[in-house]
């Protein structure tokens, strides 16, 4: 499996970005595609997955009501829709991918990684 995340950049407080991760190498039918992210300094912590069968969705509760994640089934593609975007949101984000829609939380669950997108959000 292969991922590959684009979208992100800089943009103002309050403004808006779309990250999108392309998924490449097999089936995703029983799969959780996730997005982490990290900021310097700190741990990486899970921020949205995604059911690609059946669109179940989780958040993180910092960033409920502000992020959306999504899945386009055509394109093997995963989106995260990042609104009213806050300072505090700048960090590396990651998408990941496992085979089940268990421990999704847990960065050390999933098999796959994509390479980082930087997001900065200045105040």
């Known amino acids: 499996v292969q991922l590959q995340a684009s979208g992100g950049g800089l943009v103002q407080a309050g403004g808006s970005l779309r990250l999108s991760c392309a998924a490449s190498?097999?089936?995703?039918?029983?799969?959780?595609l996730a997005w982490f992210r990290q900021a310097p300094g700190k741990e990486r912590e899970f921020v949205a997955a995604?059911?690609?069968?059946?669109?179940?969705?989780n958040y993180a509760d910092s960033v409920k009501g502000r992020f959306t994640i999504s899945r386009d089934s055509a394109k093997n593609t995963v989106y995260l829709q990042m609104n009213s975007l806050r300072p505090e949101d700048t960090a590396v984000y990651y998408c990941?991918?496992?085979?089940?829609?268990?421990?999704?939380?847990?960065?050390?669950?999933?098999?796959?990684w994509g390479q980082g997108t930087q997001v900065t959000v200045s105040s």
């Open positions: 190498g097999r089936t995703f039918s029983s799969y959780a």
């Open positions: 990941a991918a496992k085979s089940y829609y268990t421990g999704i939380y847990n960065s050390n669950e999933y098999d796959y």
């Open positions: 995604i059911m690609w069968t059946g669109g179940r969705t």
